[in-house]
């Protein structure tokens, strides 16, 4: 394909939801535009989820003017370049078999032989278990900061790519099985159970500070109100960062109540 030609890729829970929506963002019909089907998408494996299609729709007859939706849409299709990069980032990974040699991230200190080993079994039993799924995506291992209250170094696995947020799924469902069945398999190899954690492209981080933010301004609420604060059903890994957040605040106290997957935090003000 022209590097010069204008495209669009489009993702949706079926091919035909993807090439429609594809035609409505470019304002164009669809004997306007060459129709690619990147993935045909899949109804997923091990619970997590399926995943969606992927086509590229390319504007016929470069230079020709044709009818565009919006001025905003007009100048991002004047960019094929950045599209074009993007586009070969996800073919490089097509082989699979080099996408996931991935140089770890060791801790500052010296690496035990143990701690190698755990990175590289953490690392590739992510990268099979999305070799499965048929999902592209780059997979690192490194060790984090120490856990808060026991001092422990979690062994973060980073998986990396294009619109990776069926990995995600809502409320992080389908990111917390994820993490549980790499923890299964991996405390099964290793003999022993380790801290563990698996993120797609840095959505924990961002999550996280989310939830302390959430948790301040409930317990603002609680303070004000003198009522307790209900929040919403959380993962326990969640929950955990809502009673560190607010440990320390003297005019409060959190409990955890209910039974998971709908277990969640009680913000209760104290007399």
Same mark, same amino acid.
């Given at each position: 394909?022209?590097?010069?030609?204008?495209? *669009?890729?489009?993702?949706?829970?079926?091919?035909?939801?993807?090439?429609?929506?594809?035609? +409505?963002?470019?304002? *164009?019909?669809?004997? +306007?535009?060459?129709?690619?089907? %990147?993935?045909?998408?899949?109804?997923?494996?091990?619970?997590?989820?399926?995943?969606? =299609?992927?086509?590229? %729709?390319?504007?016929?007859?470069?230079?020709?003017?044709?009818?565009?939706?919006?001025?905003?849409?007009?100048?991002?299709?004047?960019?094929?370049?950045?599209?074009?990069?993007?586009?070969?980032?996800?073919? =490089?990974?097509?082989?699979?078999?080099?996408?996931?040699?991935?140089?770890?991230? %060791?801790?500052?200190?010296?690496?035990?032989?143990?701690?190698?080993?755990? *990175?590289?079994?953490?690392?590739?039993?992510?990268? /099979?278990?999305?070799?499965?799924?048929?999902?592209?995506?780059?997979?690192?291992?490194?060790?984090?900061? $120490?856990?808060?209250?026991?001092?422990?170094?979690?062994?973060?696995?980073?998986?990396?790519?294009?619109?990776?947020?069926?990995?995600?799924? $809502?409320?992080?469902?389908?990111?917390?099985?994820?993490?549980?069945?790499?923890? *299964?398999?991996?405390?099964?190899?290793?003999?022993?159970?380790? $801290?563990? !954690?698996?993120?797609?492209?840095?959505?924990? +981080?961002?999550? /996280?500070?989310?939830?302390?933010?959430?948790?301040?301004? !409930?317990?603002?609420?609680?303070?004000?109100?003198?009522?307790?604060?209900?929040?919403?059903?959380?993962?326990?890994?969640?929950?955990?960062?809502?009673?560190?957040?607010?440990?320390? @605040?003297?005019?409060? @106290?959190?409990?955890?109540?209910?039974?998971?997957?709908?277990?969640?935090?009680?913000?209760?003000?104290?007399?």
């Amino acid at each position: 394909m022209s590097e010069s030609r204008a495209s *669009l890729e489009v993702i949706a829970p079926s091919i035909e939801e993807a090439i429609e929506k594809g035609l +409505a963002d470019l304002g *164009l019909s669809e004997d +306007a535009v060459e129709i690619e089907i %990147l993935d045909p998408g899949s109804k997923g494996l091990f619970g997590l989820g399926s995943r969606h =299609a992927r086509v590229r %729709l390319t504007i016929k007859a470069p230079g020709q003017e044709v009818p565009l939706a919006a001025t905003g849409e007009r100048e991002r299709l004047q960019a094929p370049v950045a599209s074009k990069r993007d586009a070969d980032d996800v073919e =490089a990974n097509l082989d699979q078999s080099e996408a996931y040699e991935q140089v770890e991230q %060791l801790p500052k200190t010296a690496p035990t032989e143990d701690e190698k080993l755990a *990175l590289e079994v953490a690392r590739d039993t992510v990268s /099979e278990l999305l070799l499965a799924m048929k999902v592209r995506a780059n997979v690192t291992a490194r060790y984090g900061a $120490p856990d808060d209250e026991r001092g422990r170094v979690p062994l973060i696995v980073d998986v990396n790519g294009h619109d990776l947020s069926i990995l995600i799924g $809502p409320r992080a469902e389908t990111l917390e099985a994820l993490q549980y069945i790499t923890n *299964l398999i991996v405390s099964k190899e290793l003999g022993h159970a380790i $801290p563990l !954690m698996v993120d797609v492209q840095g959505y924990r +981080a961002r999550r /996280e500070q989310q939830i302390r933010q959430l948790a301040r301004r !409930m317990a603002d609420q609680a303070i004000k109100s003198g009522r307790r604060q209900v929040l919403e059903p959380m993962p326990a890994s969640e929950r955990r960062l809502v009673h560190i957040e607010l440990r320390d @605040n003297p005019y409060v @106290n959190t409990e955890s109540i209910g039974e998971d997957p709908r277990r969640k935090v009680t913000i209760i003000p104290k007399p």
